[in-house]
Structure formats: structure tokens, C-alpha cells
């Protein structure tokens, strides 16, 4: 499936965006979808995903009460209402599509599509 993130761009702090991601021409339907981050120099980590098997939300500690992950089956898109932004939440954001197992939510490797990433950057 191929995926497209959008939405991201210049805030500053305590500011909001809400990013999106699409698959046109497919489905996220019989995929977990997740948003992770890659600040300069860093690892990707994970943010927040829904998963497929028990329709569950989880989201990483850090963003926790922030941050809003949503599922729009019938416009085919995945979105991440980002409230209260830190400068420390500047990162390139990415969606990503696979089949993980809980214990495997976070972990980058679980996900096999990506979408090319959208420039969150929070400064004053």
C-alpha cells in the first residue's frame, strides 16, 4: 500500500497541526497504521498507532494526553491532532502500514510501507 503524509509545517510551542496520511489507491483496512517521528541525528521512535487486532489506540508516553490519533475508514485516512507542541516534538513524521503484535506496536521494523515523511518543526 502506498502511503502519503501531509500536514506538517512551522508552529510554535503550545500550538497545534494535525497531520494526515493516505493511501490512494488502497486500503488501510486489513493494516495496523502508525505514526512515528526522526529528529536530526535520531532514531525513529515510535507515536501513536491503532492496532488492527483489538482496536486498541497506544501512544507513546511522551505525547500521551497531546496527541490524538484517528481513523477515517470512508475517506481512507489515518490523521494526528497534535495539541500542546513542545520545540522537543520537531521531527520528521511518518506513517507507516504493517501487521505487528502488541509487543511489537513500537518498533519501526514491524511496519513494511511508509509514507515519505511531512516536517513538523515547533520553534518560536
Known amino acids: 500500500v502506498q502511503l502519503q503524509a501531509s500536514g506538517g509545517g512551522l508552529v510554535q510551542p503550545g500550538g497545534s497541526l494535525k497531520l494526515s496520511c493516505a493511501a490512494p489507491?488502497?486500503?488501510?483496512?486489513?493494516?495496523?497504521v502508525a505514526w512515528f517521528r526522526q529528529a536530526p541525528g535520531k532514531e525513529r521512535e515510535f507515536v501513536a498507532a491503532?492496532?488492527?487486532?483489538?482496536?486498541?489506540?497506544y501512544y507513546d508516553d511522551s505525547v500521551k494526553g497531546r496527541f490524538t490519533f484517528s481513523r477515517d475508514n470512508a475517506k481512507n485516512t489515518v490523521n494526528l491532532q497534535m495539541n500542546s507542541l513542545k520545540p522537543e516534538d520537531t521531527a520528521v513524521y511518518y506513517c507507516?502500514?504493517?501487521?505487528?503484535?502488541?509487543?511489537?506496536?513500537?518498533?519501526?521494523?514491524?511496519?513494511?510501507?511508509w509514507g515519505q515523511g511531512t516536517l513538523v518543526t515547533v520553534s518560536s
Open positions: 491503532k492496532l488492527l487486532q483489538n482496536h486498541r489506540t
Open positions: 489507491g488502497g486500503s488501510f483496512g486489513s493494516y495496523t
Open positions: 507507516g502500514a504493517g501487521r505487528p503484535i502488541l509487543s511489537s506496536i513500537s518498533m519501526p521494523s514491524s511496519y513494511g510501507y
